[in-house]
Antibody, heavy 120, light 107 residues
Framework: QVQLVQSGAEMKKTGDSVKISCKTS????????MHWVRQAPGQGPEWMGW????????RYAQKFQGRITMTSDTSITTAYLEVTSLRSDDTAIYYC??????????????WGQGTQVTVS | DIQLTQSPSFLSVPVGDRVTITCRAS??????LAWFQQKPGKAPNLLIY???TLQIGVPSRFRGSASGTEFTLTISGLQPEDFGTYYC?????????FGPGTKVEIK
């Protein structure tokens, strides 16, 4: 069965960086786009961008340009999100989201369990 | 950016009633719209994609429809497990933003 298992909670200080991992299993990693979405306390989800594990291509929301990097290690079917220059308003749960198809517009059918990042 | 508005923002509905949630986009997004259900402390769960396609494993009481820039999620016969917050997401134009959500409470 498809599983996306994310790394554990992180406590960071303003200005720090964080790198979150998303270990996948149960499907061919390079056959589906991966999105990253975050959700601040009491707020709705916020789309951050997508990563193409087959080509390494990315598309980031303009809001995060220059501050986030999405990568992967295909040998261990793991996706990564790095966020730099953390601010207090980056405090949120971060999710990796597998797309339904090899199409960034397909819709996210499997979500990781989320990684809490707290910045103070 | 495309703006998504959802109405209503809150619903309290008895079991068995029909629920209708609307998501309006500020510009044409074709049928690139998905609906999610989120329960407290959990990740969102995909219900509908491409505006009207039911995700595998989702009960058939959930239905999505579209008319221009207005999209509707209908739950025919609300069940106790359908409580939660429902979000739409557009995947036509970057950024692929989400609507503000509709919280559904079982009366």
């Amino acid at each position: 069965q498809v599983q996306l298992v994310q790394s554990g909670a992180e406590m960071k200080k303003t200005g720090d960086s964080v790198k979150i991992s998303c270990k996948t299993s149960g499907y061919t990693f390079t056959d589906y786009y991966m999105h990253w979405v975050r959700q601040a306390p009491g707020q709705g989800p916020e789309w951050m961008g997508w990563f193409n594990p087959n080509s390494g291509g990315t598309r980031y929301a303009q809001k995060f340009q220059g501050r986030i990097t999405m990568t992967s290690d295909t040998s261990i079917t793991t996706a990564y999100l790095e966020v730099t220059s953390l601010r207090s308003d980056d405090t949120a749960i971060y999710y990796c989201v597998k797309m339904l198809a090899y199409n960034p517009r397909a819709g996210g059918d499997y979500w990781g369990q989320g990684t809490q990042v707290t910045v103070s | 950016d495309i703006q998504l508005t959802q109405s209503p923002s809150f619903l309290s509905v008895p079991v068995g009633d029909r629920v209708t949630i609307t998501c309006r986009a500020s510009l044409d997004i074709g049928n690139f719209l998905a609906w999610f259900q989120q329960k407290p402390g959990k990740a969102p769960n995909l219900l509908i994609y491409a505006a009207s396609t039911l995700q595998i494993g989702v009960p058939s009481r959930f239905r999505g429809s579209a008319s221009g820039t207005e999209f509707t999620l209908t739950i025919s016969g609300l069940q106790p497990e359908d409580f939660g917050t429902y979000y739409c997401q557009q995947l036509n134009t970057y950024p692929f933003n989400f609507g503000p959500g509709t919280k559904v409470e079982i009366k």
